[in-house]
């Protein structure tokens, strides 16, 4: 079973909370995947606790508000374990998990990036990169995955949102949304999943169905489930 999280903005008992939840209703091994805005690495801070249910592991990829500074000294295309079952997925990693394939690609530009300090709560390489791109076609064959897990999101499924979503105009400058349409043409995804917007919403373009999922502590939907 595959549960797919949004953007839990440091709220780490939240999580810990929904997921003992979750695994008590269904009593079976859980891949929960968080769809960025962890902020698992802050300067200063604890190493968060993540509380995971028994054989189940938690899979989170970095959002806009990270620090990308400690998330860029691992290696692009893999799972990186930080804790017992706990795992971030850099830009570019494509993992089986129970019978689908995943793509993982996070990163957003953040729209409050004038309000932050930038390398302290903001860092510049939080957009989907020059660096990601080049790595994604130089080194990942053409191949279809069965689902894209991001952040932000395609721009042409931006351009839906942005007719649910009053006050769009800034996220639409963000180039990571054009970086995720060449990506959705390369990989062909039946579905992309993806947080970043506060706001469940879901649809389809083309051949492809879309869920933007809402923060942890929105009353709006912030997660999504996949039985197999």
Not at 43 to 67: A, C, D, F, L, M
């Amino acid at each position: 079973m595959i549960v797919f999280v949004g953007d839990i903005h440091g709220e780490f008992g939240k999580l810990n909370s929904f997921m003992s939840e979750i695994y008590s209703k269904h009593k079976e091994p859980i891949t929960f995947i968080i769809c960025g805005d962890v902020a698992y690495f802050w300067e200063n801070e604890p190493t968060p606790i993540v509380k995971r249910p028994p054989y189940s592991k938690v899979i989170w990829i970095p959002g806009n508000h990270e620090n990308w500074e400690m998330i860029d000294k691992y290696e692009l295309g893999k799972l990186h374990e930080l804790q017992d079952g706990v795992f971030m997925a850099s830009f570019g990693a494509i993992e089986e998990i129970e019978g689908h394939k995943i793509l993982f690609c996070g990163g957003a530009d953040s729209i409050d990036k004038n309000l932050r300090t930038p390398f302290v709560d903001w860092f510049p390489q939080e957009i989907i990169t020059n660096k990601d791109m080049n790595f994604l076609f130089d080194k990942i064959p053409d191949q279809k995955v069965d689902i894209l897990v991001s952040h932000t999101c395609p721009s042409k499924v931006f351009s839906e949102l942005s007719k649910k979503i009053d006050r769009l105009e800034e996220k639409s400058k963000d180039p990571s949304t054009y970086a995720l349409d060449i990506i959705v043409d390369k990989f062909r995804p039946d579905l992309n999943v993806f947080g970043h917007f506060h706001k469940f919403m879901e649809g389809r373009f083309d051949n492809l169905y879309w869920v933007c999922l809402s923060y942890i502590y929105s009353n709006s939907i912030y997660y999504k489930t996949m039985k197999t």
